[in-house]
């Protein structure tokens, strides 16, 4: 499992590092913008609709398997084929998976959002997209901003899109699965721009990791 753990706290470093701390400061700044606009709650009232809902819900519950069981999966068959490439694919997917995790769940400890009505409130009527809960888990960490199915799912992509570049299967795979993910939680169980700030926030670890690997095990 040392693959697994490769330079894992300097790789977490390196996502607030130099010009990825900047990536941080623009999906700040776009949260602020979608919500003094409004832009999350007009996106919440055009997308809230049964169908849209019934085709998109699996988002959340594929988003949250497949970044644990599919690594586990992508690693045993590795570890039967004996490829060293698949192995160190599945730590680098692990690894990304984890760090979408910590830094998601960061944010999330300290801004404290609620999610949009109609899962765990009934109301559809009363605008809450301007709320936060600023503080020390005065939200919890498993609801709110940004969202923790796109910072993971983008960060696996990009690591994916990092390691095999050339690849097109993979590469319009990777890109389908990370939008399905963050388009389907933003459309039942996240705001707009807990999508984009995940996005960011999964493009940055996934950068950071997949560079980290493919220096490491892929040259």
């Known amino acids: 499992m040392r693959g697994f753990f490769h330079k894992f706290l300097k790789n977490i470093l390196d996502c607030f590092r130099g010009r990825n701390l900047l990536w941080h400061f623009l999906a700040i700044a776009l949260t602020y913008l979608f919500v003094v606009s409004n832009f999350d709650w007009f996106y919440f009232g055009a997308t809230h609709s049964s169908l849209l809902r019934t085709l998109l819900f699996p988002a959340v519950l594929l988003g949250a398997f497949i970044p644990l069981f599919g690594i586990l999966i992508f690693f045993a068959w590795s570890a039967i084929k004996k490829n060293l ?64 199915h796109t910072t ?52 940055v670890i996934g950068i950071t990791v997949g560079k980290s690997f493919l220096k490491k095990y892929f040259t």
């Open 152 to 203: 993971i799912a983008f960060a696996m992509a990009v690591v994916l899109l990092r390691l095999y570049p050339k690849n097109k299967l993979i590469r319009y795979l990777a890109i389908a699965y990370a939008l399905y993910i963050g388009l389907g939680v933003s459309m039942t169980i996240h705001w707009f721009s807990d999508f984009v700030a995940g996005a960011i926030f999964g493009t």
């Open 85 to 148: 490439h698949l192995k160190y694919t599945a730590y680098a997917l692990g690894q990304a998976a984890l760090i979408g995790l910590l830094v998601s769940d960061f944010y999330k400890a300290f801004t404290g959002r609620p999610g949009p009505p109609g899962f765990l409130t009934q109301n559809f009527t009363t605008d809450i997209s301007h709320i936060f809960r600023f503080g020390f888990l005065r939200g919890g960490i498993f609801f709110g901003w940004p969202s923790t």
